[in-house]
C-alpha cells in the first residue's frame, strides 16, 4: 500500500486519541452501524481531501464500513495530526498522504496522487479536489458521481464556478446544512480557536480587547467564546446586517483601520483576503497578537508585514515574532493558517459528529442519486437535516414536543386569527 506520513511508530497514540473522541461522536457511529449492514458505497473508491484529524478519521471508518475503498490527503499544510496519519495508516490500512508542514508543492503532489487513484466520489474541504479535478484531471469528470463540501469557502469557490458554468458534477454543500453551519461554523469555531489561541500563547483574555473581523457563523461563535472569557471584544463587518446584529449583540462594532489601534488579539474569520492589511498593521500597538480561523491563509497581509519587518523568530510552537523597522512586534500565530487547527485539535469530536453525520449522509445521497442530479451545488433536504438533529437530540437524553394535529392545522391554515 502507498501512503505518505510523517512516522507510523506514532500510530499508537493516534490510535487511542481516536478512540477517546469516538466517544463523542455518537450519531456518526449509529450511521456506521447502519453502513455496515447496508454497504451503500460498495466497492467505490472515495477520495478524501479534509483536516486529518480524529474526527475525520472516525468520518473515513464510517465510509470505509459502508464498502468503499478510501484515500486520504489533507485539506491544509498545518491541520494534520500526525498520529492520526499514521494510525489511518497502520491500523486500518487506509493510503494517506498528509503530513503536518508539508510545503505547498507536497500538498499538492498528495492532492493529485489521490485523485490519481480514480475516485467516483470526493469529499473536500475548501474546493481543492474539485478545483484540482476541473484544471488538470478533465478524463475523471465523466466517471464521477460527485462530491461533497465542508467549508463555507469551498461553498463560495464552488458557486463560482457554478455561476460561470465551469461546474461538472453535482457536489453537496454540507456547510450549507443547518445542522452543519449553526453548530460547527458557531460552537465548533468559537471554542476550538480561542483553544488554539490559548495553547499557543496562554495569554490571559479575561480584560483584554479582543478584535473580531467578521460577523459570520463562525465570527458570532468566537465572538460569544472571548465575551464569555471576560474579553472586551470588538468586531467588524462590511455587512450592514451582521454589523448591526453584533453591536446589538452587546460588542463594539467599528471600521478595522480604528479597532487596530484599540486592539491586543486579532481574530480574522472573514473567508476574505487582506483584511487586516499594512496599513491595518501600521495601526497596531506593539505585542499585537494575529490569528486567523478563516480557511486559507490569505486573510492577514504577511506580505505586508514581511515587508515592514527587519527580524522574525520562533519566540514559541506556532508563534512568530516580527520585528519591525520603527521598533514594534507584533505576533502571528500559525503562519496565518486556521489557527484552530494549526495551534490545537480542530473542533471538538461532540460537534464535528454533526458535521461529519452530514458529510457520510451526503455521499450517500450523491450514490443514491446517482445519475440524476444535475452538475450544480445541491443541499441536504430537511428531513435528513432535522434526521441528524433527532439523533443528536436523542443521544444528549433531550426530549422535545411535537405538534398536536390542532396546532398543525393552526400553522398551515389562513382562516384561523385572533
Ligand atoms: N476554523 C475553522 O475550523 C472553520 C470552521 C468553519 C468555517 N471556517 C471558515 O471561516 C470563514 C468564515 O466562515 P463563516 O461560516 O463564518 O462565513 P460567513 O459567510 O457566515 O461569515 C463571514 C463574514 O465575514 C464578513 N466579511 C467579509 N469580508 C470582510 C472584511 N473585509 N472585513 C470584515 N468582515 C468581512 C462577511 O460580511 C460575513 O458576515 C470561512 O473561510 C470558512 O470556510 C473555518
Known amino acids: 500500500m502507498d501512503y505518505d506520513v510523517k512516522d507510523l511508530s506514532l500510530a499508537e497514540t493516534g490510535a487511542a486519541r481516536l478512540e477517546w473522541d469516538t466517544r463523542q461522536m455518537p450519531v456518526l457511529q449509529s450511521i456506521r452501524t447502519r453502513f455496515e449492514r447496508e454497504q451503500p458505497f460498495n466497492g467505490l473508491r472515495v477520495a478524501v481531501c479534509l483536516h486529518v484529524t480524529t474526527k475525520t478519521a472516525n468520518l473515513v471508518l464510517t465510509v ?28 486500518h490500512g487506509i493510503p494517506t498522504f498528509a503530513i503536518k508542514g508539508e510545503d505547498e508543492e507536497t500538498y499538492a503532489r498528495h492532492l493529485r496522487t489521490v485523485l490519481d487513484g480514480q475516485p467516483a466520489l470526493l469529499m473536500d474541504d475548501g474546493a481543492d479536489l474539485v478545483t ?32 460561470t458554468g465551469v461546474l461538472r458534477f453535482p457536489v453537496v454543500a454540507v456547510n450549507e446544512s443547518d445542522t452543519k453551519h449553526l453548530f460547527d461554523n458557531r460552537y465548533g469555531t468559537g471554542q476550538s480557536a480561542l483553544d488554539g489561541i490559548i495553547r499557543a500563547t496562554n495569554v490571559l483574555l479575561a480584560g483584554s480587547t479582543v478584535v473580531v473581523c467578521g460577523y459570520g457563523w463562525c465570527g458570532r461563535g468566537l465572538a460569544a467564546s472571548a465575551a464569555g472569557l471576560g474579553a472586551n471584544v470588538t468586531v467588524t463587518e462590511v455587512n450592514p446586517i451582521r454589523a448591526l446584529e453584533a453591536a446589538m449583540d452587546g460588542y463594539r462594532v467599528m471600521r478595522m483601520i480604528d479597532a487596530a489601534a484599540a486592539g491586543r488579539l486579532f481574530i480574522t474569520v472573514t473567508g476574505n483576503r487582506r483584511v487586516i492589511d499594512g496599513t491595518h498593521l501600521d495601526a497596531m500597538p506593539d505585542g499585537a497578537i494575529l490569528a486567523n480561523a478563516g480557511h486559507f491563509n490569505v486573510e492577514i497581509d504577511l506580505e505586508a508585514l514581511r515587508a515592514r519587518t527587519v527580524g522574525v523568530r520562533r519566540i514559541r510552537p506556532f508563534v512568530d515574532e516580527y520585528c519591525l523597522a520603527d521598533g514594534r512586534r507584533l505576533y502571528v500565530l500559525g503562519e496565518g493558517r486556521l489557527v484552530n487547527l494549526v495551534a490545537g485539535e480542530g473542533h471538538p469530536a461532540g460537534v464535528m459528529d454533526l458535521s461529519f453525520a452530514n458529510q457520510a449522509l451526503a455521499a450517500e445521497y450523491l450514490v443514491r442519486h446517482r445519475g440524476t442530479l444535475a452538475p450544480r451545488i445541491h443541499t441536504l433536504p430537511p428531513e435528513i437535516d432535522h434526521g441528524i438533529a433527532r439523533l443528536k437530540l436523542d443521544t444528549m437524553g433531550i426530549r422535545l414536543d411535537t405538534l398536536t394535529p390542532e396546532q398543525e392545522t393552526y400553522l398551515t391554515s389562513w382562516q384561523q386569527g385572533t
Open 64 to 91: 470505509k464500513a459502508g464498502g468503499a475503498d478510501v484515500t486520504v490527503c489533507a485539506s491544509n499544510p498545518l491541520s494534520t495530526q500526525d498520529d492520526v496519519a499514521a494510525c489511518l495508516v497502520a491500523r
Open 132 to 163: 484540482t479535478v476541473h484544471s488538470a484531471y478533465p478524463a475523471l469528470i465523466d466517471t464521477l458521481i460527485g462530491g461533497t463540501e465542508e467549508t463555507t469557502t469551498g461553498v463560495i469557490r464552488l458557486r463560482s464556478m457554478e455561476r
